[in-house]
């Protein structure tokens, strides 16, 4: 059915593709007389053609974890301006001017203006292409990726590092002596709230303290998974005792789930023992699946349920999912 002045008509969809050239048509016509009612070359939509890599001096990770930046390439360019600009994430920077380049050579020194600009956007682009490998691209066809706005040296946000403003669709990340934007785990953590608020809103005003808890652990997660270690915020709290790690064997869910930090924390660990036990790859894809199981008056038995769910519909067996036993282990060992 194709939407016409109102109403539903009849149409084909077609298809046409070139071998050695960058065309893409997708095409719908009419059915009764093959009238053609819309037309569209995705390739062109899809940037091919222009430049489509880049490249950027950044921390891989962070700066405690590689102590000198390197050159990344970068890539999703979706502005001919040369901006820091993809379909989802745009970097912009709290005060002054946005970084260009028109050749995308984003190779700038620590010391250079623009540098977090870029650092944020390697992370945040790395974080895309997890969670769109993870979730499908249907992700980011609505708020708050249209595109999210990544503001980096915000002074406003210091004293949190990093926060996610889910009413403004944007990131904001500190300045000062440790700027956000050059931790990884920190960026990818952010990301990950708005993934969460875009599928399961546990990030609601009215959300149930273990919603809230669960949205952080999450956070911590992602990031763990991302970079295949344990630890949150190493560098950009410096002090042991404010960062996390969710390969602690002491943390348990907590009767009292007040601290939405404590909660998180041994969530995070909960899924980090599940993907010690099924390997990366399935414990991701049924930890972020169980988003569409969960919202935000979630209680720990709704949790555990939602792990389930979601390994019942990506990995089912006969009757349950394929995972049950391991799923009930984890859980009530962070219990
Ligand atoms: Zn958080």
């Known amino acids: ?59 891989p990770v962070n700066p405690a974890r590689n102590p000198s930046p390197e050159v990344v390439r970068l890539s999703g360019f979706a502005d001919d301006g040369g901006r820091l600009v993809t379909a989802q994430v745009t970097l912009v920077p709290a005060g002054g001017t946005a970084v260009r380049s028109a050749r995308h050579d984003f190779r700038r020194e620590p010391t250079d203006s623009g540098f977090e600009e870029v650092c944020a956007f390697h992370h945040m682009t790395t974080a895309v292409r997890f ?55 920190i960026c990818i953590h952010e990301f990950a709230h708005a993934v969460v608020h875009r599928i399961a809103r546990l990030d609601d005003e009215f959300a149930s303290p273990v919603a809230a808890g669960l949205n952080e652990g999450f956070g911590d997660y992602a990031q763990a998974t991302v970079y295949d270690d344990p630890r949150f915020g190493d560098w950009a709290r410096q002090q042991p005792n404010r960062a996390r790690n969710c390969a602690d064997p002491t943390l348990r869910l907590p009767a009292d789930p007040s601290d939405r930090y404590e909660v998180g924390a041994a969530w995070a ?41 979601a390994d019942l519909a990506l990995f089912r067996t006969r009757r349950a999912g394929r995972h049950r036993t391991e799923i009930d282990r984890v859980f009530d060992g962070r219990t």
């Open 1 to 59: 059915m194709f939407p016409l002045e109102g109403r539903g008509i009849w149409a084909f969809r077609s298809r046409v593709t070139h071998r050695s050239r960058p065309v893409d048509v997708r095409a719908y016509v009419r059915a009764d007389d093959l009238d053609l009612l819309y037309a569209q070359d995705v390739s062109c939509a899809a940037g091919v053609g222009r430049t489509q890599f880049g490249e950027g001096r950044v921390f």
């Open 131 to 185: 969670f769109d490998e993870l979730l499908g691209p249907d992700l980011f066809t609505d708020r708050p990726f249209l595109p999210l706005r990544v503001r980096v040296q915000d002074r406003a946000v210091r004293a949190r590092v990093g926060v996610f403003l889910p009413g403004l669709a944007t990131i904001a990340l500190a300045d000062g002596q440790l700027p956000a934007a050059r931790s990884g785990d």
């Open 269 to 309: 660990a909960l899924l980090w023992d599940l993907r010690s036990s099924l390997g990366r790859g399935i414990a991701d894809a049924i930890a972020f699946h169980a988003l569409h199981f969960l919202d935000a008056h979630c209680d720990y038995q709704d949790a555990r349920e939602a792990l389930h769910l």
